[in-house]
């Protein structure tokens, strides 16, 4: 202790004095993410509260249906969203594959939504075919 002292005495008036004691600091959990807010305009969750749920989820420590529910978001939505990202034991998540996935089921569901529309459109059009292609019945000779 005396050395400690002695140590501490021979940085007075120094810039070294003002400074607090090293004292570890614990390790930061990401905050919480609000669900609330972190929406857009269509009603969807943005890339961004995705990435901050999967990181709190995988760093705070409870179970993923916990940390689902203090967040406000689905327990199967949440686990749908760390299976995607994949994150490791320290909560770091891969973003570029997480990016990606979420832009190949964008555009799943757009070429989804295109055929659909063509399927029906083919179907329609069919049906106009044969309504013309067939000889009129009854009328004059």
């Known amino acids: ?18 400074l607090p004691p090293a004292v570890p600091r614990p390790v930061a959990m ?6 609330r807010s972190a929406r ?15 990181r709190y989820a995988a760093a705070c420590g409870k ?3 916990a940390a689902a529910i203090d967040m406000g978001i689905s327990d199967k939505t949440l686990s749908e ?7 490791d034991a ?21 070429l ?6 063509l399927t029906a459109e083919r179907d329609f059009l069919k049906k106009c075919a044969s309504y013309f292609a067939t000889p009129a019945s009854g009328g004059s000779k």
């Open 1 to 18: 202790m005396a050395k400690l002292s002695s140590l501490s005495s021979s940085f007075k008036g120094s810039a070294l004095s003002s």
């Open 63 to 65: 179970s993923q249906r």
């Open 30 to 35: 990401p905050a919480m993410p609000d669900a």
């Open 112 to 117: 989804l939504a295109s055929n659909q529309r």
């Open 40 to 54: 857009d305009l269509q009603g969807h969750f943005t890339q961004a509260f995705r990435l901050a749920a999967v």
């Open 90 to 110: 320290a909560g770091v998540v891969d973003v570029q594959r997480f990016d990606e996935l979420a832009q190949l089921r964008t555009q799943n569901r757009q």
């Open 81 to 87: 969203w760390i299976r995607d990202a994949r994150p």
